[in-house]
Nanobody
Framework: VQLQAYGGGLVQPGGSLRLSCAAS????????IGWFRQAPGKEREGVSC????????YYVDSVKGRFTISRDNAKNTVYLQMNSLKPEDAAVYYCATDFTQFVCGSYFQPDFWGQGTLVTVSS
């Protein structure tokens, strides 16, 4: 059972990146999947999540209107499309789940984590 996040990189302010979270060993569409980020010297922050229903999504206020979470069940992958990136979005991004959670919100506290992918926003 594994979650693997990838797609990070260096992007200029205003640019876009799409992060992917690929699952193996379980069906990603069953459980809530969340994206979290942690910048140096800061606490980890919940960015977005998607529940077992595609309509059940959550975004932290700072990314609303810029980030979009989605899921491709055929590829067993969850995506985070990040547009209009700002320097304050720079962080290591992690995807995570909890095999007992099916709904999504700011309260989502996963207990199974993938490795992170680094997003750098700089000119």
């Amino acid at each position: 059972v594994q979650l693997q996040a990838y797609g990070g990189g260096l992007v200029q302010p205003g640019g876009s990146l799409r992060l992917s979270c690929a699952a193996s060993g379980f069906t990603i569409g069953v459980y809530t999947i969340g994206w979290f980020r942690q910048a140096p010297g800061k606490e980890r922050e919940g960015v977005s999540c998607i529940g077992s229903s595609d309509k059940d999504t959550y975004y932290v206020d700072s990314v609303k209107g810029r980030f979009t979470i989605s899921r491709d069940n055929a590829k067993n992958t969850v995506y985070l499309q990040m547009n209009s990136l700002k320097p304050e979005d720079a962080a290591v991004y992690y995807c995570a789940t909890d095999f007992t959670q099916f709904v999504c919100g700011s309260y989502f506290q996963p207990d199974f984590w993938g490795q992170g992918t680094l997003v750098t926003v700089s000119s």
